[in-house]
């Protein structure tokens, strides 16, 4: 679903990108985005980003703080961390039946 933007929401986004690198503001908005709660418009957005501070276009890329994403961030690792151990543990046991077939063959 897209979102209606006037002429001043994209005013606010190029002074945005004026000020601040892309990657930058996307990193922002990733870390302020509630999958939960997706924002409705993207004045929520402008919020976020007139809070950052200006970024000089040749500045290091570095992650910007943001607790939000760190704990959602934890989770979905830890999500994936558990698929991961089932899909081993899966093809553990199909590698053992494999085995055993193979050994009833040849006996």
Excluded: C
């Excluded at 892309?22 to 919020?47: E, G």
């Excluded at 000089?56 to 994936?80: E, K, M, Y």
């Amino acid at each position: 679903m897209g979102w209606r933007t006037d002429s001043s929401d994209r005013e606010a986004l190029r002074r945005h990108l004026d000020r601040i690198p892309a990657d930058r503001l996307v990193d922002a908005a990733r870390r302020a985005w509630n999958p939960a709660n997706p924002p409705r418009t993207i004045r929520y957005l402008l919020k976020v980003w007139d809070a950052l501070p200006d970024t000089p276009a040749d500045a290091p890329a570095a992650p910007l703080p943001g607790p939000f994403v760190d704990r959602h961030q934890a989770a979905s690792d830890d999500q994936f961390a558990r698929a991961l151990d089932r899909a081993r543990a899966r093809m553990a046991a199909e590698d053992a039946a494999e085995t055993d077939a193979q050994k009833a063959l040849i006996s």
